[in-house]
């Protein structure tokens, strides 16, 4: 069994209470950051860990919290980014369903290495359950003394609040979750400035996602160091994937960055492989952003070696032959499914959740669906492909956030690897309509693959 | 001054004050390197950004350092630094984005223009003429909007509207302190309706001037007349809740439309009240100052005594060369 750091405990029986959490050995980190290190010294030790970002741009979280402004007499925040709702993704409702004191104690470590007085937990609207779950918790770690006034003697304060947002993507995107946290409409700020430096009511104020937080206890358990040894390379420590799909066994697994993609899909440990034995065709590796890769590309990169789940692996090839760590939303395609009805599929979550501020995702997105609509049920043209690439290039980079490169990279992608596919669905609409292209040649090995792009 | 920052755009290297945005240097500059902009008015806090008409590339990043910025940046949110070099007409990816902003803000607009009460001083017909193609790609059903009446004075046509926030700051900012906003998101957004309310407030006709497009026209003008075939003539008056310096739109003796005085990035001089641009419309009430400056390649000049020389850079003759053919077809109109 490999390592766990954040899971270890989760299948014991009443874990989500205060009392059973703390007889496994939790709030052990806040008791020995508060007593025995300096806030400076525990930022070192999240900086030691190499621990990076999962909350989707993977930004090393030690160096993002030695950035914070720390002018004189100005509060600062920690906010904690729970608006999970990247499709594919659903690791940080687990984790604050059934271990809610592991994110509340890795708010109070976090908090006090960032000397913030109050922090907020930005929870999804939709996620009522665990909005109870976390107050219930708060209050439980309250009444232990683990949060209010003069934390267990330090003289630390620290309040934490629960806040539901409104339910929309765009508000898990942090500028845009600060000024839905004001209480203002979720629209994305236009950076500079960064949160660092002015965020919550234009404070200091540091966002970081549930994993990222939870991450911190064990970091301070076992010190950075100890951290740094389990993962590979520059990705450190396990990582919470989502898998879902066609798989065997879908659900959340903590993994040790740098397991093989293959062993991640096949092993019973984890997914158990393909469902109804099935063939794979394609894998979205990191939430519905990332750009999707077939069957051979996923499981070995480019230069035949294989593919590991890792932020460096799993991006090896760029944008021509890679994709991205991302979130961790690992959506896994059998030979049944259809790229073009998928990739249209994910065009309408981001055309709906467009916040609309600036012109090209707001109207660009709504174009592409309505394309990608046109060519999955059967009136698309072929021109439509290259105008789908188009579109996606015109908004990519061109925008206020990056929810407009997530909407162009899936399209780019799809077009990208299963070009054939699109065009099948051109050349034999009503067939389109009836039955699915198949797996093609999209699992065949590598070199093989390699012609089909240089014919392209 | 040794406290100002040197920044070159395209070629032409400008003095500016420390913070000054890219947008404004260009505007400092003056002439064809001005990036359109859509949205961002100087004179309403927190606007721009969001068009991403604007778009430049900045190709070094300071003197300190050099580094080219990775992504096209809106010249309108970004502060000079000092050594800056920034392409904006001389970079083909420029002008490839910002066409296909041009195109993007099309699709969903329905070029009404005949019925358009805006045509004619409408930045969004001066922006895809000047940077536009031809035709459109988009096959689909366009949106569309009923028609509301903001009070009796104003009127909203959501249908043409480009969601540049601009009315949304003016009634924050210039009216007292109404909150309102757009409702809905995405391609669905609109300006709300509640911003009828604001119609209580002397300053809710700025929205009016600030619409770049005819998304908010005055309906005491509305279908009387085309622009052009109006005089527009420079004129102030006492006035007690605002300065009370306008522009006159005559059409033989009659004032069809009072607006305020719109320089040539087509940003008003000074917001003026709902007294002096619906109620105040014969000449005697008005101090009469003479005809109104227009861009002589302006449309409304088409019918026009004043001449304005064109806004040409004649300094630089490797810009005069690299854009050859927009200088031409500019002297020639
Ligand atoms: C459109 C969009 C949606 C996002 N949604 C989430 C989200 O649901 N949860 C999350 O943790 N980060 C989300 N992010 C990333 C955040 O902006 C931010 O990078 C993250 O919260 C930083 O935390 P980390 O450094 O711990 O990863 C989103 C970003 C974008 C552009
Ligand atoms: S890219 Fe899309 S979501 Fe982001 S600010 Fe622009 S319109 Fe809003
Ligand atoms: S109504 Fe006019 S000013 Fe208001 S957002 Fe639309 S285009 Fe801009
Ligand atoms: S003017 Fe700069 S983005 Fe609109």
């Not at chain 1, 960064?194 to 919550?200: C, E, N």
């Not at chain 1, 249209?344 to 916040?355: I, L």
């Not at chain 2, 040794?2 to 947008?23: A, F, H, N, Q």
């Not at chain 2, 906003?181 to 309706?193: C, H, K, Q, V």
Request: net charge neutral.
């Amino acid at each position: 069994m490999a390592r766990k750091l954040l899971l270890e405990n989760i299948n014991v029986p009443g874990i989500h209470s205060f009392d059973v959490y703390r007889q496994n050995g939790g709030y052990r980190s806040v008791e020995k950051a508060l007593k025995t290190m300096t806030p400076e010294a525990v930022v070192e030790e999240v900086k030691t860990s190499g621990l990076r970002g999962r909350g989707g741009a993977g930004f090393p979280t030690g160096m993002k919290w030695s950035f914070l402004a720390k002018p004189e007499g100005r509060e600062r925040y920690l906010v904690c980014n729970a608006d999970e709702s990247e499709p594919g993704t659903f690791k940080d409702r687990y984790l604050m369903t059934h271990i809610p004191h592991l994110l509340i104690e890795g708010m109070i470590v976090a908090s006090f290495a960032l000397g913030a007085k109050t922090s907020y937990i930005y929870v999804r609207g939709e996620m009522m359950p665990q909005i109870r779950i976390l107050e219930r918790a708060i209050a439980e770690a309250k009444n232990a003394g683990f949060l209010g006034k003069n934390i267990l003697g330090s003289g630390y304060d620290l309040e934490l609040y629960v806040h539901p947002g409104g339910g929309a993507y765009i508000c898990g995107e942090e500028t845009a979750l600060i000024e839905s946290l004001e209480g203002k409409r979720g629209n994305p700020r236009i950076k500079p400035p960064f949160p660092a430096i002015s965020g919550v009511w234009a404070c200091p104020t540091v966002v970081n996602n549930v994993e990222t937080i939870a991450a911190v206890v064990p970091i301070i358990n076992d010190g950075g160091e100890g951290y740094a040894q389990v993962g590979i390379g520059r990705s450190t420590g396990t990582k919470l994937i989502s898998a879902s799909g066609n798989l065997n066994k879908p659900g959340v697994y903590e993994i040790e960055l740098g397991l093989p993609v293959e062993e991640f899909i096949y092993s019973d440990e984890y997914c158990g492989g393909i469902a109804n034995g099935k063939k794979l065709k394609a894998v979205v590796a990191g939430g519905s952003s990332v750009p999707i890769l077939p069957a051979n590309l996923i499981l070995n990169t480019i230069n035949g070696q294989p593919r590991l789940m890792s932020y460096e692996s799993l991006a090896d090839g760029g944008f021509q032959t890679g994709s991205m760590l991302g979130s961790g939303g690992f959506i896994a395609f059998d030979e049944d499914q259809c790229i073009v009805r998928n990739t249209w599929n994910f065009s309408r979550f981001y055309h709906h959740e467009s916040c609309g501020q600036c012109s090209p995702c707001r109207e660009g997105t709504g174009w592409m669906e309505k394309v990608l609509h046109r060519l999955e049920y059967g009136h698309g043209k072929m021109s439509d492909i290259d105008l789908l690439v188009d579109v996606s290039k015109k908004i990519e980079g061109n925008t206020i956030c990056p929810l407009g490169d997530a909407a162009a990279w899936p399209v780019a992608s799809a077009i990208r690897h299963f070009r054939d596919e699109f065009e099948w669905h051109v050349t034999h609409p009503k067939e389109a309509l009836e039955r699915n292209y198949g797996i093609a040649n999209y699992a065949n090995p590598l070199p093989k693959f390699e012609e089909v792009v240089g014919q392209n | 001054m040794s406290d100002k920052v040197k920044v070159t755009i395209d070629g032409i290297t400008v003095e500016v004050e420390p913070g000054t945005r890219i947008l404004n240097a260009a505007r400092q500059i003056g002439g064809d390197i001005v990036p359109p902009a859509m949205c961002y008015y100087s004179k309403l806090e927190g606007s721009g950004g969001k068009c991403r008409t604007c778009l430049v590339k900045v190709s070094k990043g300071s003197e300190k350092d050099p580094r080219p910025m990775p992504k096209l940046v809106a010249s309108c949110r970004t502060g000079v630094m000092d050594g800056m070099e920034v392409q904006n007409i001389t970079s083909p990816e420029v002008i490839e984005a910002r066409k296909g902003v041009v195109e993007i803000l099309l699709i969903n607009h329905p070029l009404d223009c005949p019925i358009c009460d805006q045509a004619g001083e409408c930045h969004l017909q001066d922006l895809s003429f000047e940077h536009g193609v031809g035709n459109s790609r988009y096959e689909f059903v366009r949106r569309t909007f009923e028609k509301i009446d903001l009070g009796d004075k104003i009127q909203l046509h959501m249908t043409r509207c480009i969601l540049c926030y601009r009315c949304v700051y003016v009634a924050n900012q210039i009216t007292d302190n109404r909150l309102h906003g757009i409702l809905g998101r995405g391609d669905a957004s609109e300006i709300s309706t509640y911003i009828e309310k604001a119609i209580d407030n002397d300053f809710s006709g700025n929205v009016i001037d600030v619409c770049p497009v005819g998304a908010l026209t005055d309906k005491t003008f509305r279908f009387k007349n085309r622009v052009w075939f109006t005089k527009p003539v420079d004129a102030h008056r006492d006035c007690p809740s605002c300065k009370g310096k306008v522009t006159l739109w005559y059409k033989g003796d009659e004032v069809l439309r009072v607006t305020g005085r719109k320089d040539q990035f087509g940003e008003v001089e000074d917001f003026i009240c709902n007294t002096c641009r619906f109620e105040t419309k014969n000449t005697s009430s008005w101090v009469i100052e003479g005809p109104r400056q227009i861009s002589k390649t302006s449309v409304i000049s088409a019918n026009h005594y004043e001449y304005t020389p064109l806004p040409v850079i004649k300094e630089n003759k490797k810009l005069i060369d690299a854009n050859k053919v927009e200088f031409e077809r500019a002297s020639k109109i």
